[in-house]
């Protein structure tokens, strides 16, 4: 990201490499005290008289400062924060629910109104997803043979991040 | 077991030979487990030409108690002795208890699983499909890449085909922290068989 300045703004910025670098300060100076307290047209006044200029040209040259302060900390904020950013962004993006965390309990039903006397374990998910900021849960339950056939779909599935097909794709499309 | 007077009265009139000749108690027997048991079966179970000469009232009577009491009896998963007792009480002879025990143990297994399928429970998982993509770009960000998982988990549900799937994405440290707990919840239940 670079910093782009409008024609004008270049203008009023340039008679600043003009003078030295005391009245440079003392612009910086006037722009902060602008940030903070606005504008004060008595220390523009001041200042044109004593640089034998226009108080415009202070007026400008101070907000001008001032426009390229804010802007170079948004940059330094960007930048500091650019992988989080990033990331965030990505999340924008059209999208499902998204994995969070995974609860589980093993349970063992006795007995129903049904049929009493029975042995029967179950698995007692909680599933927490993230969509658009919100925070989802399922509750959901399955047997104990699902859940091998679960485990083992899904740790194929980890094992194909790591054929020489997907390495290749991720090495080549940067 | 709770059964009512109809219920007893049925199996008393399922006693007579007067009323119900071996064939006769046999073939009821039978349409009574084939009603519960047997997912295609309609009123016609009771229309077999060696029924035909009893009175309906009293066949579609004695099929209801017969099915009423072997309902009950699967619940409370009952033994040969205490059939046997209950029969004898209704007045069956020998021939007709053992007759009816054996096509009860015959069945059991059946009753069971239906009896234990009947029920409200949580939306059960029955499967996981996945997908594994690579974003390339999207509108909001030029050029990321980054690999990406799309799993998805059939679901069945008691109340009603509502949600039949759940799915969601992940990156591949939440699909490893995903199965790592699946694994562990296996382990456990291993642990617990093992008990």
């Known amino acids: 990201m670079l910093l782009e300045l409008s024609e004008e703004h270049k203008e009023h910025l340039a008679f600043l490499p003009q003078v030295d670098s005391a009245v440079v300060a003392e612009f910086g100076r006037i722009a902060v005290e602008f940030l903070r307290r606005g504008a004060n047209p008595k220390i523009y006044e001041g200042a044109a008289r004593k640089l034998n200029v226009s108080s415009d040209t202070v007026q400008h040259g101070v907000e001008g400062l001032t426009y390229l302060l804010t802007e170079s900390s948004k940059l330094m904020l960007y930048l500091d924060n650019r ?46 997803l993230n969509q658009n900021g919100d925070h989802n849960t399922k509750v959901l339950q399955t047997d104990p043979a699902t859940l091998l056939h679960l485990v083992q779909q899904l740790e194929q599935a980890l094992e194909e991040m790591k054929t020489n097909h997907c390495r290749r794709v991720v090495r080549n499309i940067k | 077991m709770e059964l009512s007077e109809s219920v007893q009265k049925g199996f008393q009139m399922l006693a007579d030979p007067r009323s119900f ?33 009893i009175d309906p009232v009293v066949l579609k009577h004695c099929h209801a108690a017969a099915a009423t009491y072997i309902l009950e009896a699967g619940k409370h998963r009952a033994d040969k002795s205490t059939l046997s007792t209950y029969l004898e009480d209704c007045k069956f002879d020998r021939e007709r208890i053992e007759l009816f025990c054996t096509e009860y143990q ?9 009896l234990g399928s009947i029920g409200r429970s949580l939306p059960h998982i029955t499967d996981v499909s996945w997908r594994l993509e690579y974003q390339i770009k999207t509108n909001q960000l030029h050029r990321m890449y980054r690999p990406a998982y799309l799993v998805t988990l059939s679901v069945q549900n008691t109340d009603s085909p509502s949600y039949p799937e759940i799915s969601f994405s992940c990156s591949m440290e939440q699909l490893q922290d995903l199965v790592g707990k699946l694994k562990d919840a296996s382990k456990s239940l291993e642990r617990a068989t093992q008990l």
């Open chain 1, 83 to 128: 992988k989080e950013i990033r990331t965030i962004l990505s999340e924008l993006a059209p999208s499902l629910p998204s994995y969070h965390n995974l609860e589980w309990r093993l349970d063992v039903q006795l007995a129903s109104r049904s049929l009493r006397q029975q042995i029967k374990p179950a698995v007692t998910i909680k599933l927490h």
């Open chain 2, 21 to 53: 000749d071996s064939n006769a108690f046999t073939l009821l027997l039978r349409a009574a487990f084939q009603s519960l048991l047997d997912a295609q079966a309609d009123e016609a179970v009771l229309d077999h030409p060696d029924l035909k000469h």
């Open chain 2, 106 to 114: 015959n069945n059991k297994n059946s009753l069971e699983i239906l």
